[in-house]
């Protein structure tokens, strides 16, 4: 079961997110006000994921408790603030949380973000390959996605996509892709358009065009 620890020092935003979570069937092994019992919650109950306030009781805030974490877990965590500004975005990257929702709270957006976390810790292998440039391929969806927004791409580039991460680490040649995709003769130029599209749409180059062989596809290894 996917294991949750609450750090936040509002009782009602703390017990709302309890209930949010516990709806979803999701363990929530306690839920702590300050970095000192949070760090004794990271060892007793070894959690999954840790949903953090940014501003907590004590003399540390969440952003120096998430680096201490960092130490002793390679846990997820995501941060809850009522700040969206840059500075504060960029404190939450330098402590190299998962994500960060925003308060008010809103309950699909916390339910979207951590479903992708738990893919991580349950057999995450199996249904999420995490690409180059903050892209997943969902193996069960078999949609492309970046961060927790779908990316508008057709079937065929989709399908490309699925080939290429079912091969990772592995160069798929232009015939085994097209012969993949099409059902007629080989015509590289379709090919190239397909990755062309993907390119364009994503605002990035995680597929690696191999010479004269084929592709092979950019993955993340520290997603693994």
Not at 10 to 31: H, P
Not at 58 to 83: D, H, L, N
Request: charged letters at 25%; hydrophobic letters at 40%; glycine letters at 4%.
């Amino acid at each position: 079961m996917f294991k949750i620890l609450i750090v936040e020092d509002e009782v009602i935003a703390a017990e709302y997110l309890k209930s949010i979570l516990l709806k979803r069937g999701w363990s929530v092994v306690n839920i702590v006000d300050n970095g000192v019992d949070a760090i004794k919650n990271i060892h007793e109950y070894n959690p999954h994921l840790v949903l953090m306030d940014i501003m907590i009781k004590g003399p540390k805030s969440g952003c120096e408790v998430a680096m201490e974490i960092r130490k002793i877990s390679q846990c997820s965590i995501v941060f809850t603030t009522a700040y969206a500004n840059e500075e504060m975005i960029n404190y939450a990257m330098e402590a190299k949380a998962d994500g960060y929702i925003i308060k008010p709270y809103n309950e699909k957006e916390i339910i979207a973000t951590l479903s992708l976390l738990n893919a991580k810790h349950t057999n995450a292998h199996l249904k999420i390959c995490k690409i180059s440039g903050g892209f997943y391929f969902n193996y069960e969806t078999k949609l492309l996605y970046r961060s927790i927004e779908a990316v508008k791409l057709g079937p065929k580039a989709l399908k490309l996509i699925q080939i290429l991460c079912n091969n990772k680490n592995i160069c798929v040649s232009y015939e085994k892709l097209y012969s993949s995709i099409w059902d007629d003769e080989i015509n590289l130029k379709k090919l190239q358009m397909v990755v062309y599209r993907i390119r364009e749409i994503c605002g990035a180059d995680f597929l690696e065009n191999v010479n004269g062989i084929g592709y092979q596809i950019k993955i993340d290894y520290s997603f693994q």
